[in-house]
């Protein structure tokens, strides 16, 4: 797969856009600008932001202090964004908890597919990641006053609005609510199509639903069979921890896999 920027949530629930009146307006319309968005993830609990693809870390603050905990982390490499352009990328991540960002250290290479950090509170009243993309690469503390007393990410090419870097990969990304923000959306030969299994055990349905009956081993693919039982050392039935399988497609939360449909929730993208 070639090195698209995609959007890195399993969900995407953008409570505020950059133009927010809640707290984003004053970002957008000060000098310099940023473009911040509020993502709220699936349902207020503490969903992932994932590497979409190498990212290296740049700046942590606030751990431990009054400060609010913010995250800078810029693209090992080039990436391709959703305006058509190739460059180098910054995300400034903020509101993670301390437990996360503790275990990230200044200079760490993150690898494509690993968790980032997960949504946090720190300084905010509710779990969910607050998120500002730039053109460039990190740019002196990584952010600055605005003339409206707003931190604002600083980069070396300039904010982003993140419709403008962010593909939006329907095989990774769930859609609950966009903003209205025109994603483009990743062409089909780009998307992810390769998943893995991250419960105990996962059941193989015959549609896409909690409705429809699960099958036996013996119903199962014979790759997944094989791996099943060098996983587990037996026969299951369903998929196991580290199970590895193609989406053929992906509707409504749930992967079609050469053996059945799966729920996308257990299972992590192999980017």
């Given at each position: 797969m070639a090195n698209d920027l995609i959007y890195p949530f399993r969900f995407m629930r953008i409570t505020q856009r950059y133009d927010g009146k809640t707290s984003h307006l004053p970002h957008t319309r000060g000098i310099p600008p940023d473009y911040p968005i509020d993502e709220g993830g699936e349902d207020g609990g503490r969903d992932a932001c994932y590497a979409v693809t190498d990212w290296i870390v740049r700046r942590i603050w606030g751990v431990g202090t009054k400060g609010?905990?913010?995250?800078?982390?810029?693209?090992a490499s080039p990436v391709r964004l959703a305006d058509g352009t190739r460059d180098f990328?910054?995300?400034?991540?903020?509101?993670?908890?301390?437990?996360?960002?503790?275990k990230l250290r200044v200079g760490q290479r993150l690898k494509k597919g690993s968790v980032l950090c997960?949504?946090?509170a720190d300084g905010a009243s509710g779990n969910h990641l607050h998120l500002s993309v730039g053109r460039g690469c990190f740019l002196g503390g990584g952010w600055v006053k605005n003339t409206n007393d707003k931190w604002v990410l600083t980069t070396t090419g300039g904010a982003l609005k993140p419709e403008a870097a962010f593909f939006l990969d329907p095989n990774f990304t769930t859609v609950l609510d966009d903003g209205g923000l025109p994603f483009r959306t990743l062409p089909k030969a780009r998307r992810c199509s390769r998943f893995r299994v991250t419960v105990p055990l996962l059941n193989v349905r015959t549609g896409p639903g909690v409705g429809y009956p699960a099958k036996p081993f013996s119903f199962l693919s014979e790759?997944?069979?094989?791996?099943?039982?060098s996983l587990a050392g037996k026969a299951c039935d369903g998929f196991v921890k580290g199970v590895v399988f193609t989406a053929l497609a992906v509707r409504d939360g749930w992967a079609k896999t050469p053996s059945g449909w799966v729920c996308q929730r257990y299972c992590e993208a192999v980017l």
């Open positions: 609010v905990n913010t995250l800078w982390v810029e693209s990328v910054t995300l400034q991540i903020t509101h993670a908890n301390d437990d996360d960002l503790r997960r949504e946090g790759d997944a069979q094989r791996q099943i039982k």
